[in-house]
């Protein structure tokens, strides 16, 4: 089966409410062979599509002589499973009436050639538990937020369910999509990756779907597209919300179908795959805005996984750091516990991607000045101020009269105009030069903007 259908209780979910839902309903449905050679036989369907027929290319393979090559399908939508003759010799008839295509209902008897299956749907609740574990696959976090999406990713990655991950830029979508395909059966298969919102709106569809020769102006030749190299294995759709309305009708029907042609091509091309998308918005306030069709958000959303921004989990500060200093340094650094305390402070309104960019150019400035031999990241060399005559670090003051909470909250917001001076200094005040360098969305630079009234 190529798809498993989850859903989870969302109607009260927020972005910044839970992590990920505590448990998931995984919906399925079965056929079961009530008259035939294979009387008593169960088929448990849990794809999006699912086809019967004679041959061995169907989902469920029937070999009897009276039975079509390929001779219907089931496909599920939001109104349920339906049921679509696909021009078989003998028809395909449900509860005793030949139909073309009908709705499904619970104990429906279908009928194809001398065959009678009875369709049963059924539902199976799987509790979310938090992974005891810190590290799965490339993504590391202590937080309890980022162990509930391990738990998470552990339960549903060996499914072939749909995958909608959600967060802000840099929180690293991709490493959440990567790790789901790694823990899936198809891990060893292609890992296709399109990001919508770098491709050009007029080539988008040639890079999801390819070409034929000749079919636009500078078609030279034919070229596939990522839906058909990623066949077998995982396509990751990111950045799915800049995916203009006039494609997503098109994307809808392959996901519902598996099926495509090419740009200016007439060969029908049927793919076996699973789809994960990833985007910054929020594609439930988009379909209200009508930017973003519901039924493609229905067909996307079946396990949705939303990412907390770092400064929401500040406990994974210290081990992304680690293992970011691993990769960008085999040969051993330190980091001084100003430079350490400072990173751990801040607000990462680029998060993840912003940490790494950060630590990157620490240990670069850190070996151009030859911090005590490059053993060390200092705090200078991390972009936060060193006080006069002293010791590299931050130069705070604390209040003794004050709690722990209070005083570094006080320090934050000092870093925050610190740091939103010194970028819109150097960005001249444009405030979407400003977001490009911080590698911050441009509405929560706004907010900080406000939020300590710099004009």
Not at 54 to 62: C, R
Not at 383 to 401: E, H, I, Y
């Amino acid at each position: 089966m190529r798809d498993d259908f989850v859903s989870g209780d969302r109607a009260d979910k927020t972005r910044r409410a839970p992590t990920v839902e505590r448990a998931i309903h995984l919906s399925q449905c079965k056929l079961v062979v009530i008259k035939g050679a294979a009387r008593g036989h169960e088929y448990v369907l849990s794809a999006d599509v699912v086809r019967l027929g004679k041959a061995e290319t169907n989902d469920i393979v029937m070999p009897e002589d009276t039975v079509s090559r390929v001779h219907c399908e089931i496909l599920r939508d939001q109104r349920g499973y339906l049921l679509r003759d696909l021009d078989s010799t003998n028809g395909t008839f449900l509860d005793g009436a030949e139909v073309r295509e009908a709705y499904l209902r619970a104990g429906s008897v279908l009928t194809v050639g001398t065959v009678q299956l009875r369709f049963q749907p059924f539902e199976q609740r799987i509790e979310i538990l938090p992974s005891e574990k810190e590290r799965l696959g490339s993504m590391v976090g202590r937080s309890l937020a980022m162990r509930e999406i391990f738990g998470l990713i552990e339960r549903v990655g060996p499914t072939e369910a749909t995958v909608l991950i959600e967060g802000e830029t840099g929180v690293g979508k991709d490493q959440v999509a990567r790790t789901v395909h790694d823990c899936s059966r198809r891990k060893d298969k292609p890992f296709v990756v399109v990001d919508c919102g770098a491709v050009a709106g007029n080539l988008i569809e040639s890079e999801l779907f390819g070409h034929e020769k000749g079919a636009y102006t500078g078609a030279t030749a034919t070229r596939q597209g990522a839906f058909e190299m990623a066949d077998g294995g995982t396509i990751f759709l990111d950045e799915l919300g800049e995916l203009s309305l006039d494609l997503q009708p098109k994307l809808l029907r392959v996901l519902e179908s598996r099926e495509f042609r090419r740009v200016g091509g007439n060969r029908t091309i049927r793919v076996d795959i699973r789809v994960i998308a990833a985007t910054k918005q929020d594609l439930r306030s988009e379909v209200q805005k009508g930017k973003f069709r519901e039924d493609l958000y229905f067909r996307l959303s079946v396990v949705p996984i939303y990412v907390p921004p770092l400064r929401e989990r500040k406990e994974d500060v210290a081990p992304l750091i680690n293992e970011f200093i691993k990769k960008l340094a085999p040969e051993g650094l330190e980091m001084t516990p100003e430079a350490l305390d400072g990173l751990v402070a801040h607000d990462w309104p680029g998060n993840v991607r912003e940490l790494r960019n950060v630590l990157e150019r620490g240990m670069y400035l850190s070996k151009q000045v030859g911090s005590e031999a490059f053993k060390f990241i200092d705090a200078t060399a991390m972009g936060f101020p060193r006080p006069a005559g002293g010791r590299s670090g931050v130069d705070v003051t604390f209040d003794p009269t004050q709690s722990y909470r209070t005083n570094k909250e006080r320090w934050n917001d000092d870093f925050e105009r610190r740091y939103l001076t010194w970028l819109l200094q150097r960005s001249q005040g444009n405030i979407s030069r400003a977001a490009r360098e911080a590698d911050m969305d441009r509405k929560y630079l706004h907010k900080l903007i406000k939020k300590h009234g710099i004009s």
